[in-house]
């Protein structure tokens, strides 16, 4: 079993990442409804199977025409209106103009379309022109949007309310997405009882495996929460083994340290090969957070105080997610800010500290919240977090950080 490191977090995150590829994990395609595919990942290619539009249409209500027919102060005779959903195969004369709707279908004669607001009823039933036409003007040409056959959302696609349009235009009620990620959490304790029940003096409620779950759902996973395990050997043996039958990622949420009383390391060096990649990152709050594979099953041990655990997992088990998935994360949100105050930082680790955002004298301010690893109200207090990169001591007040938003 690997002995405690110190592994810079990038390059053990790569570690991590290059042994899955070893041993991939297929998750399979499964169909969604468009209502329920915000957020979920394309599986497949997605091809056009003809022209977008199919037909030639009209980007504003007014006339469709000839070009060479319009000028100044022209007057042309209106041959009627072409109604919404109507395809006109009736010839357009020369010298003569249709009323149109945006969105309809222009006549393979008229090659521009006057908005009606550019011109004026005559009562002979002419319209004046205010202007003169070029072809193409305020029409939309046959694939101008999409090549017939052309790939038009590609799989990996995080699916947006655009894409979900763009299926929907293609007549596809239900999209192909790749199966959400199933992710065994796995809580630990003898201190802890279920959010539900009261607490005795010494007991805590878990709060972990929910705070977790919300994470693992917001980054594309489906969470399974296996329980709260009790400090012995044999409860963290059996759980691994469910865990391991029922889902494509596992979280032992506390355990990872050194005591006596931390069982996580000697499960997953049980659980299969490689087993144990990293023990111990450049990283905090988090140091001791454990990256395995085992028999192709990726294996996180991340500590057990709700601050390392949640700044932990948003820093390494989201990615990864996204990563089985197939997908890119959807980018971070970061701000511009003044630090209030000045800030410490042991150079020797890569440190993600909770901020408050605030307006002082029209300047958008951060002001750090220090706060102990086992409390979880000061990142419900900050709006973000900003990282003071490894070889970072410190920042003083008046520095300038990019504070990355809590979503």
């Known amino acids: 079993m690997p002995t405690f490191t110190m592994a810079r977090p990038d390059e053990a995150l790569a570690l991590l990442w290059e042994a899955m590829a070893r041993a991939p994990r297929a998750l399979e395609a499964e169909r969604v409804s468009l209502a329920q595919a915000r957020g979920r990942v394309l599986a497949v290619d997605v091809h056009s199977h003809g022209p977008i539009p199919e037909f030639r249409r009209s980007t504003v209500d007014g006339f469709a025409l000839r070009a060479a027919d319009t000028g100044a102060g022209k ?9 919404m959903g109507v395809f006109r195969t009736q010839a357009l004369p020369p010298g003569v103009a249709i009323k149109i709707h945006t969105g309809g279908h222009v006549p393979d004669e008229a090659d521009a379309v006057i908005m009606v607001e550019r011109t ?9 022109l205010d202007e003169g036409l070029t072809p193409g003007d305020n029409v939309i040409q046959i694939a101008e949007d999409v090549q017939p056959g052309s790939v038009v959302i590609c799989a990996g696609a995080i699916l947006r309310e655009q894409e979900i349009g763009g299926l929907a235009s293609l007549g596809i009620s239900q999209a192909p997405v790749t199966r959400r ?10 201190e802890l009882v279920p959010v539900e029940s009261p607490t005795r003096p010494g007991q805590i409620r878990g709060s972990n495996a929910p705070m977790l779950a919300a994470l693992v759902m917001a980054n594309g996973g489906e969470p399974l929460d296996m329980g709260i395990l009790p400090d012995n050997p044999a409860a963290f043996a059996a759980a691994a083994e469910r865990a391991k039958a029922n889902s494509d990622i596992i979280v032992f949420m506390a355990g990872s340290s050194m005591s006596d009383r931390d069982y996580t390391a000697e499960t997953i060096t049980a659980m299969g090969a490689p087993g144990i990649l990293i023990h111990g990152i450049a990283f905090r709050p988090g140091k001791p957070t454990i990256f395995a594979v085992c028999d192709g099953t990726p294996v996180f041990g991340l500590p057990g105080n709700p601050n390392s655990a949640l700044v932990t997992a948003r820093r390494f088990l989201g990615p990864t997610l996204w990563r089985m998935l197939g997908a890119t994360p959807p980018p971070p949100r970061y701000v511009t800010a003044t630090l209030a105050e000045a800030i410490r930082s042991p150079a020797a680790l890569e440190h993600w500290i909770p901020a408050a955002l605030f307006e002082q004298a029209g300047e958008r301010m951060a002001r750090p919240i220090i706060t102990k690893s086992n ?24 520095a300038q950080v990019q504070v990355e938003y809590f979503d």
């Open 181 to 190: 990620p199933r992710v065994a959490l796995i809580s630990s304790g003898d």
């Open 375 to 398: 409390l979880i109200f000061g990142l419900v207090r900050a709006e973000g977090m900003f990282c003071l990169p490894i070889g970072v001591d410190g920042l003083p007040a008046g």
């Open 120 to 128: 004026s009823a005559l009562a002979d039933g002419q319209i004046r």
């Open 75 to 83: 007057t042309l005779s209106v041959a009627g209106e072409i109604p």
